[in-house]
C-alpha cells in the first residue's frame, strides 16, 4: 500500500475512534492527533512476528467453524465472498484480515452494558429501538462528562492502542480507578464474569423481562396476552420500549407461535380426501406433543419466577435458570418440526394421495438434515394409515374402496373412449387403471404393477368367473395388517398373495372355462388346421356354394356341417367345442355367390373372450376367408385336373396338333397352378400357423404365467400369423417412392391371382366343353360315313369349321390367362425377395425352387411432371435432328 494511503487511513481511523473534545481548542486536538497517528505508525511499522501462523485457510476455517455454530446462513455468505477476496491481487497479508476479523468478533465493549444484537430493519419497531439507543447513548455520555476526571489525554490514548481496548466508561469508585500502577504502566483490564458485567451495566426495561415470561407460554399457544398481543391472524406486536437485542431474541420466539396458529388453523379446516384428513389428524397429534412441550415449559417459568429475587439486578432473573435465551433454545427443534408441518400444509393443497406420500416422503429420503429425515419418518408412520387400508382391500378383497379416488388403482370412467385396437367392453382391460401420477414414492413401479394384477384378478375371479366364495376365504386367511416401515415384509405378502392369485386364476381359465380348448379348437376349425373336417365340408358344400349368395339357407348350411362334423374326426372333440361352431354368411353383396359369404364361426363368451376379444375374432375371420378362398381354388382346380386327366384317355383325344398342344400348355399351366396354391397353403398352415403355436404354447405353459402373460402371448400369436401369413404387411416395391400409390398389401395381390385361376379353371371348362362337343360331332359324322358310303374317313366339313369358330378364342384367353398368372407370380416373387422376414423369403424361394420363373422388379411410377419433361425433351430432340 502507498504510504499516502497508510497515512489518510490512518487519519480516518483516529477521526472515526477518538471523540472530539467541543471544550478543547484546535492546537490540543491537533497535538492529540498526531500523537495518536505517530502510535498507531509506529505500530503498522513495526515487524513483530504474529503469535499466529500466518495461513490463510486456517483463519478462514475458524471464522467458518464460528459462524455454522452461530449463523448457519451466513456461512454460506462468508463462503462466497472468501473466494472472491482470494481473487484480489491487491491485499498480500489476507490471513491477517481474516485473524483480525475473527479476534473483533470475540472481544465485546467492556463499556456497554450488553452486547447489542443486530435487528432487521425490516421489523416494526426498528425505528423506535435505533432511537432509545441513541437516547440512551447520549446519556451515557452526559453522565461521563459531569463525572469525575479523567486522566491525561495521552494515557487515555494509550489506553485506546492497548490489546485489551479502551475503557469508556470510568470507574465509579477509588478502589476500581486504582488498578493502573503508580509507575504509570499499562493500566489492566478489569475482566470479571459476563455476569457481573451484564448486571453492572444493566439498564431497567419496561415491561421486565419477568412479565414477559410469564406471558410467553400464552403466546406459544397462539393466544393473546398484555406484553405480546395478536393484532391479525399471522402478526403478533412487540412492546415498542424493548432495546433491540431483546426484540431480536422476541422475533425468534414469536416464529413458533405464528406457525402453531398457522397449523391450528389448518387442523380445523374441511378436507376432501381420507388421506388429507389423515394428514390433519398426524399434524394435530405433533401439535399436541408441541403442546405438551410448552406445558412442561410453563411449569419450568412458574416455579423460576416464583423464586426470584425482586431487589437483585434484572430482577434475579439471570439466577432463576429460565431466561428468554433458553427459552430460544429449548423450542428451536420444536420450531424446525413447525415449519416443516407448515411447508406440508402449503404444498398439501394441491396435491393429493399419492401424492401427499411423495410430498412427505421426499424430506425423509432427500433431505440431509437427519432431524426433519426422522420427523418426516415418524408423521408418515401415522399419515399413511389409509393409504394402506386402500392396498389392504384391494390385495385381499379385490374390492377397491375409493370414494376420493386417491389410491394409485381407479375405475375407468364410462365417457371414455370404448374404441380400442383390441376391441371393446373387455372387462379385464377396460374396468381398471394405473393413475401414474398417484403411486407414491414409497413403492416402485414394478410393485404397483403386481399390485394392480392382483386385485385386479381376485375381482375378475369375484364377479367374471363367479368364484366368491373362494375369494372370501382366502380373505379372511390371507388378510393382514398392512403398515409404513417394514418394506421388506411387505413385498413378501405381496409376492405371495401374487402367486396365489394368478394360480387361481390360471386354474379357473383352464380346467373351468376351458381356455386352452378353445384355442385349440380355433387352430382346427377357423385356420383349417383339421383336414379330413374341411375337405368333407367343403365337398359337401360345393353345389350350394356354386348358387347366388342369396339363395343359401341356414338350415341347409347347418346340416351340411353336421355331416362334415360326424363324417370326420372332429366327431371326438368335446360337446362343449362342437356347440360353439357354426355355419353363417357374411353381409351380402350384389354378384356374390355362396363362396363369398361363407364362413365358419366359433362363438366365444365370457370369461375367455378377455383372452379371445373382439379384435382377435376379427384376425381369426380375417386368416379363415383368406385361407377358405385358397382351399376353394385349390379344390377347384383338383377337381378340373382330375377331369381333364380323366378325358385325356377319351373324350380329349384329338387327332388334330394344334388342339393336342393346346391342352399340352393348358395341363402345364394348370399343374403351375396348383403347384402355387399347394406351396402357399404348405407355408400358411405349417410354417406360419404350426410355428407360431409352439410358440404360443411355450409361452402359456410357464410355470409363473399370469392372465396379462396370456393375452399378451396370444395377440402376438394373431400378429404373428397375420402379417406372416401375407395379410398384414405391405409388398417393398424395390426402388419405388415412399409415398407410391402402388404398395398395396399382399392380400389384395394375392387375391387377384385366385380370382385369375378360378378364371383359367372357367375357360379350361371351357374348352372341356368345346373338346367334348368336338368329340362328339366326330363320332357322329364317323357313324354317319360307315353308314353312307362304307367307311370313309376324315374330319368333316362342320368339324373344321367348328374349330375355326371357337376353338382359336378358347386357345388365345387361354393363353392371356396364362400368361398373366407367371407375369403376377414373378412380381410376387420379386416383392417376397426383399421382404424382411426370412419365413417370407422362403415361401419365394419354395415356389421357384428351379428357378423357372424370373422374379421381376416393379418399376417405380414417374410423376406427371417428370413424364411431361421427358416428352417435351424427346420432342425437342426430334426436331433437331430433323433441322
Same mark, same amino acid.
Given at each position: 500500500?502507498?504510504?499516502?494511503?497508510?497515512?489518510?487511513?490512518?487519519?480516518?481511523?483516529?477521526?472515526?475512534? +477518538?471523540?472530539?473534545?467541543?471544550?478543547?481548542?484546535?492546537?490540543?486536538?491537533?497535538?492529540?492527533?498526531?500523537?495518536?497517528?505517530?502510535?498507531?505508525?509506529?505500530?503498522?511499522?513495526?515487524?513483530?512476528?504474529?503469535?499466529?501462523?500466518?495461513?490463510?485457510?486456517?483463519?478462514?476455517?475458524?471464522?467458518?467453524?464460528? %459462524?455454522?455454530?452461530?449463523?448457519?446462513?451466513?456461512?454460506?455468505?462468508?463462503?462466497?465472498?472468501?473466494?472472491?477476496?482470494?481473487?484480489?491481487?491487491?491485499?498480500?497479508?489476507?490471513?491477517?484480515?481474516?485473524?483480525?476479523?475473527?479476534?473483533?468478533?470475540?472481544?465485546?465493549?467492556?463499556?456497554?452494558?450488553?452486547?447489542?444484537?443486530?435487528?432487521?430493519? &425490516?421489523?416494526?419497531?426498528?425505528?423506535?429501538?435505533?432511537?432509545?439507543?441513541?437516547?440512551?447513548?447520549?446519556?451515557?455520555?452526559?453522565?461521563?462528562?459531569?463525572?469525575?476526571?479523567?486522566?491525561?489525554?495521552?494515557?487515555?490514548?494509550?489506553?485506546?492502542?492497548?490489546?485489551?481496548?479502551?475503557?469508556?466508561?470510568?470507574?465509579?469508585?477509588?478502589?476500581?480507578?486504582?488498578?493502573?500502577?503508580?509507575?504509570?504502566?499499562?493500566?489492566?483490564?478489569?475482566?470479571?464474569?459476563?455476569?457481573?458485567?451484564?448486571?453492572?451495566?444493566?439498564?431497567?426495561?419496561?415491561?421486565?423481562?419477568?412479565?414477559?415470561?410469564?406471558?410467553?407460554?400464552?403466546?406459544?399457544?397462539?393466544?393473546?396476552?398484555?406484553?405480546?398481543?395478536?393484532?391479525?391472524?399471522?402478526?403478533?406486536?412487540?412492546?415498542?420500549?424493548?432495546?433491540?437485542?431483546?426484540?431480536?431474541?422476541? !422475533?425468534?420466539?414469536?416464529?413458533?407461535?405464528?406457525?402453531?396458529?398457522?397449523?391450528?388453523?389448518?387442523?380445523?379446516?374441511?378436507?376432501?380426501?381420507?388421506?388429507?384428513?389423515?394428514?390433519?389428524?398426524?399434524?394435530?397429534?405433533?401439535?399436541?406433543?408441541?403442546? &405438551?412441550?410448552?406445558?412442561?415449559?410453563?411449569?419450568?417459568?412458574?416455579?423460576?419466577? &416464583?423464586?426470584?429475587?425482586?431487589? $437483585?439486578?434484572?430482577?434475579?432473573?439471570?439466577?432463576?435458570?429460565?431466561?428468554?435465551?433458553?427459552?430460544?433454545?429449548?423450542?428451536?427443534?420444536?420450531?424446525?418440526?413447525?415449519?416443516?408441518?407448515?411447508?406440508?400444509?402449503?404444498?398439501?393443497?394441491?396435491?393429493?394421495?399419492?401424492?401427499?406420500?411423495?410430498?412427505? !416422503?421426499?424430506?425423509?429420503?432427500?433431505?440431509?438434515?437427519?432431524?426433519?429425515?426422522?420427523?418426516?419418518?415418524?408423521?408418515?408412520?401415522?399419515?399413511?394409515?389409509?393409504?394402506?387400508?386402500?392396498?389392504?382391500?384391494? +390385495?385381499?378383497?379385490?374390492?377397491?374402496?375409493?370414494?376420493?379416488?386417491?389410491?394409485?388403482?381407479?375405475?375407468?370412467?364410462?365417457?371414455?373412449?370404448?374404441?380400442?385396437?383390441?376391441?371393446?367392453?373387455?372387462?379385464?382391460?377396460?374396468?381398471?387403471?394405473?393413475?401414474?401420477?398417484?403411486?407414491?414414492?414409497?413403492?416402485?413401479?414394478?410393485?404397483?404393477?403386481?399390485?394392480?394384477?392382483?386385485?385386479?384378478?381376485?375381482?375378475?375371479?369375484?364377479?367374471?368367473?363367479?368364484?366368491?366364495?373362494?375369494?372370501?376365504?382366502?380373505?379372511?386367511?390371507?388378510?393382514?395388517?398392512?403398515?409404513?416401515?417394514?418394506?421388506?415384509?411387505?413385498?413378501?405378502?405381496?409376492?405371495?398373495?401374487?402367486?396365489?392369485?394368478?394360480?387361481?386364476?390360471?386354474?379357473?381359465?383352464?380346467?373351468?372355462?376351458?381356455?386352452?380348448?378353445?384355442?385349440?379348437?380355433?387352430?382346427?376349425?377357423?385356420?383349417?388346421?383339421?383336414?379330413?373336417?374341411?375337405?368333407?365340408?367343403?365337398?359337401?358344400?360345393?353345389?350350394?356354394?356354386?348358387?347366388?349368395?342369396?339363395?343359401?339357407?341356414?338350415?341347409?348350411?347347418?346340416?351340411?356341417?353336421?355331416?362334415?362334423?360326424?363324417?370326420?374326426?372332429?366327431? !371326438?372333440?368335446?360337446?362343449?367345442?362342437?356347440?360353439?361352431?357354426?355355419?353363417?354368411?357374411?353381409? %351380402?353383396?350384389?354378384?356374390?355367390?355362396?363362396?363369398?359369404?361363407?364362413?365358419?364361426?366359433?362363438?366365444?363368451?365370457?370369461?375367455?373372450?378377455?383372452?379371445?376379444?373382439?379384435?382377435?375374432?376379427?384376425?381369426?375371420?380375417?386368416?379363415?376367408?383368406?385361407?377358405?378362398?385358397?382351399?376353394?381354388?385349390?379344390?377347384?382346380?383338383?377337381?378340373?385336373?382330375?377331369?381333364?386327366?380323366?378325358?385325356?384317355?377319351?373324350?380329349?383325344?384329338?387327332?388334330?396338333?394344334?388342339?393336342?398342344?393346346?391342352?399340352?400348355?393348358?395341363?402345364?399351366?394348370?399343374?403351375?397352378?396348383?403347384?402355387?396354391?399347394?406351396?402357399?397353403?404348405?407355408?400358411?398352415?405349417?410354417?406360419?400357423?404350426?410355428?407360431?403355436?409352439?410358440? %404360443?404354447?411355450?409361452?402359456?405353459?410357464?410355470?409363473?404365467?399370469? %392372465?396379462?402373460?396370456?393375452?399378451?402371448?396370444?395377440?402376438?400369436?394373431?400378429?404373428?400369423?397375420?402379417?406372416?401369413?401375407?395379410?398384414?404387411?405391405?409388398?417393398?416395391?424395390?426402388?419405388?417412392?415412399?409415398?407410391?400409390?402402388?404398395?398395396?398389401?399382399?392380400?389384395?395381390?394375392?387375391?387377384?391371382?385366385?380370382?385369375?385361376?378360378?378364371?383359367?379353371?372357367?375357360?379350361?371348362?371351357?374348352?372341356?366343353?368345346?373338346?367334348?362337343?368336338?368329340?362328339?360331332?366326330?363320332?357322329?359324322?364317323?357313324?354317319? &360315313?360307315?353308314?353312307?358310303?362304307?367307311?370313309?374317313?376324315?374330319?368333316?366339313?362342320?368339324?373344321?369349321?367348328?374349330?375355326?369358330?371357337?376353338?382359336?378364342?378358347?386357345?388365345?384367353?387361354?393363353?392371356?390367362?396364362?400368361?398373366?398368372?407367371?407375369?403376377?407370380?414373378?412380381?410376387?416373387?420379386?416383392?417376397?425377395?426383399?421382404?424382411?422376414?426370412?419365413?417370407?423369403?422362403?415361401?419365394?424361394?419354395?415356389?421357384?425352387?428351379?428357378?423357372?420363373?424370373?422374379?421381376?422388379?416393379?418399376?417405380?411410377?414417374?410423376?406427371?411432371?417428370?413424364?411431361?419433361?421427358?416428352?417435351?425433351?424427346?420432342?425437342?430432340? $426430334?426436331?433437331?435432328?430433323?433441322?
Amino acid at each position: 500500500m502507498a504510504p499516502d494511503r497508510v497515512s489518510n487511513a490512518i487519519d480516518n481511523l483516529i477521526s472515526h475512534l +477518538i471523540p472530539r473534545d467541543p471544550d478543547e481548542d484546535d492546537d490540543a486536538a491537533q497535538q492529540r492527533h498526531d500523537i495518536c497517528f505517530e502510535l498507531a505508525k509506529t505500530i503498522i511499522e513495526s515487524r513483530a512476528s504474529p503469535a499466529v501462523a500466518s495461513d490463510v485457510n486456517h483463519a478462514s476455517d475458524l471464522i467458518k467453524r464460528k %459462524l455454522i455454530q452461530s449463523n448457519p446462513g451466513q456461512a454460506l455468505r462468508f463462503s462466497n465472498l472468501y473466494s472472491r477476496l482470494l481473487s484480489l491481487p491487491v491485499l498480500e497479508n489476507k490471513w491477517a484480515i481474516l485473524y483480525l476479523l475473527y479476534q473483533l468478533a470475540d472481544s465485546p465493549d467492556p463499556s456497554e452494558p450488553l452486547p447489542l444484537s443486530p435487528v432487521k430493519p &425490516s421489523a416494526p419497531n426498528y425505528r423506535e429501538a435505533i432511537n432509545r439507543d441513541s437516547i440512551r447513548r447520549h446519556g451515557r455520555e452526559k453522565s461521563r462528562a459531569s463525572g469525575p476526571t479523567p486522566r491525561s489525554d495521552e494515557a487515555q490514548f494509550k489506553d485506546a492502542f492497548q490489546p485489551d481496548g479502551l475503557k469508556k466508561f470510568p470507574a465509579k469508585d477509588l478502589p476500581k480507578a486504582s488498578n493502573v500502577d503508580s509507575g504509570g504502566g499499562v493500566p489492566k483490564r478489569d475482566v470479571s464474569l459476563k455476569s457481573t458485567l451484564l448486571a453492572s451495566n444493566y439498564a431497567e426495561i419496561d415491561p421486565p423481562e419477568t412479565v414477559i415470561l410469564r406471558d410467553l407460554p400464552f403466546t406459544f399457544q397462539g393466544l393473546n396476552s398484555l406484553t405480546l398481543p395478536f393484532t391479525k391472524p399471522d402478526t403478533i406486536k412487540l412492546p415498542p420500549s424493548l432495546p433491540l437485542p431483546l426484540i431480536s431474541i422476541l !422475533h425468534t420466539l414469536a416464529e413458533p407461535s405464528l406457525l402453531y396458529r398457522r397449523l391450528d388453523d389448518f387442523c380445523k379446516s374441511p378436507a376432501r380426501g381420507l388421506l388429507r384428513q389423515s394428514l390433519r389428524a398426524a399434524i394435530s397429534g405433533e401439535l399436541r406433543s408441541y403442546l &405438551s412441550l410448552i406445558a412442561t415449559l410453563e411449569g419450568q417459568i412458574r416455579r423460576a419466577l &416464583s423464586t426470584i429475587d425482586e431487589d $437483585a439486578p434484572r430482577g434475579g432473573i439471570g439466577k432463576a435458570g429460565v431466561t428468554l435465551k433458553r427459552c430460544v433454545v429449548w423450542t428451536r427443534e420444536a420450531t424446525m418440526g413447525l415449519r416443516l408441518m407448515t411447508l406440508i400444509a402449503e404444498e398439501s393443497e394441491s396435491k393429493k394421495g399419492g401424492q401427499l406420500i411423495s410430498l412427505i !416422503h421426499s424430506f425423509s429420503s432427500s433431505h440431509g438434515d437427519p432431524v426433519v429425515a426422522a420427523f418426516a419418518e415418524r408423521l408418515l408412520g401415522s399419515f399413511t394409515r389409509p393409504f394402506y387400508d386402500f392396498l389392504r382391500h384391494w +390385495i385381499y378383497d379385490g374390492e377397491l374402496s375409493d370414494p376420493y379416488l386417491e389410491f394409485f388403482v381407479r375405475e375407468q370412467g364410462p365417457n371414455k373412449d370404448p374404441v380400442k385396437n383390441r376391441g371393446s367392453g373387455n372387462v379385464w382391460e377396460d374396468k381398471y387403471e394405473i393413475a401414474r401420477e398417484m403411486i407414491p414414492t414409497i413403492i416402485t413401479q414394478d410393485f404397483a404393477q403386481k399390485v394392480f394384477l392382483i386385485g385386479k384378478s381376485l375381482n375378475f375371479i369375484r364377479h367374471s368367473c363367479g368364484d366368491s366364495l373362494w375369494v372370501e376365504n382366502y380373505s379372511r386367511d390371507a388378510s393382514k395388517e398392512l403398515r409404513y416401515g417394514d418394506t421388506a415384509t411387505l413385498e413378501a405378502w405381496i409376492d405371495e398373495a401374487h402367486k396365489t392369485t394368478m394360480k387361481r386364476l390360471i386354474d379357473l381359465m383352464a380346467n373351468k372355462f376351458h381356455l386352452f380348448e378353445h384355442l385349440k379348437a380355433l387352430k382346427n376349425y377357423i385356420l383349417l388346421g383339421q383336414g379330413d373336417f374341411i375337405a368333407l365340408l367343403m365337398e359337401s358344400l360345393a353345389p350350394n356354394l356354386d348358387r347366388p349368395a342369396g339363395a343359401q339357407y341356414r338350415h341347409t348350411l347347418t346340416a351340411q356341417l353336421e355331416h362334415a362334423i360326424r363324417g370326420s374326426n372332429a366327431q !371326438h372333440d368335446s360337446a362343449e367345442v362342437l356347440r360353439r361352431l357354426d355355419a353363417r354368411m357374411l353381409q %351380402l353383396s350384389h354378384g356374390d355367390i355362396g363362396w363369398d359369404c361363407f364362413t365358419l364361426e366359433y362363438k366365444i363368451d365370457a370369461p375367455v373372450d378377455v383372452v379371445v376379444t373382439e379384435w382377435g375374432n376379427r384376425q381369426y375371420l380375417k386368416m379363415f376367408n383368406f385361407l377358405w378362398r385358397i382351399k376353394r381354388v385349390e379344390f377347384a382346380l383338383l377337381s378340373t385336373w382330375r377331369k381333364c386327366m380323366t378325358g385325356a384317355r377319351g373324350v380329349l383325344q384329338s387327332g388334330d396338333p394344334t388342339v393336342a398342344q393346346t391342352w399340352k400348355s393348358t395341363r402345364g399351366t394348370l399343374a403351375e397352378m396348383m403347384h402355387f396354391v399347394g406351396q402357399l397353403q404348405y407355408y400358411i398352415l405349417f410354417e406360419v400357423i404350426e410355428s407360431s403355436w409352439g410358440e %404360443l404354447q411355450s409361452r402359456i405353459q410357464k410355470e409363473d404365467c399370469t %392372465l396379462d402373460d396370456l393375452i399378451k402371448a396370444h395377440t402376438t400369436y394373431l400378429t404373428d400369423i397375420t402379417h406372416k401369413g401375407l395379410l398384414g404387411p405391405k409388398r417393398r416395391v424395390h426402388g419405388a417412392a415412399a409415398d407410391d400409390d402402388d404398395r398395396i398389401s399382399y392380400l389384395s395381390q394375392l387375391s387377384d391371382m385366385l380370382k385369375l385361376m378360378l378364371n383359367y379353371r372357367d375357360s379350361v371348362d371351357g374348352l372341356y366343353s368345346w373338346s367334348v362337343s368336338d368329340f362328339t360331332r366326330r363320332q357322329e359324322a364317323d357313324v354317319r &360315313s360307315t353308314i353312307d358310303s362304307g367307311g370313309g374317313g376324315g374330319f368333316p366339313a362342320s368339324s373344321g369349321g367348328g374349330v375355326a369358330s371357337e376353338f382359336p378364342v378358347l386357345q388365345e384367353r387361354l393363353r392371356q390367362l396364362g400368361s398373366s398368372f407367371r407375369t403376377r407370380l414373378q412380381l410376387l416373387l420379386g416383392d417376397l425377395a426383399y421382404q424382411p422376414d426370412v419365413d417370407m423369403r422362403f415361401l419365394g424361394v419354395a415356389m421357384n425352387f428351379n428357378d423357372v420363373y424370373q422374379p421381376a422388379r416393379r418399376k417405380p411410377k414417374v410423376s406427371a411432371a417428370a413424364a411431361a419433361a421427358a416428352a417435351g425433351g424427346s420432342a425437342s430432340t $426430334a426436331n433437331t435432328s430433323k433441322a
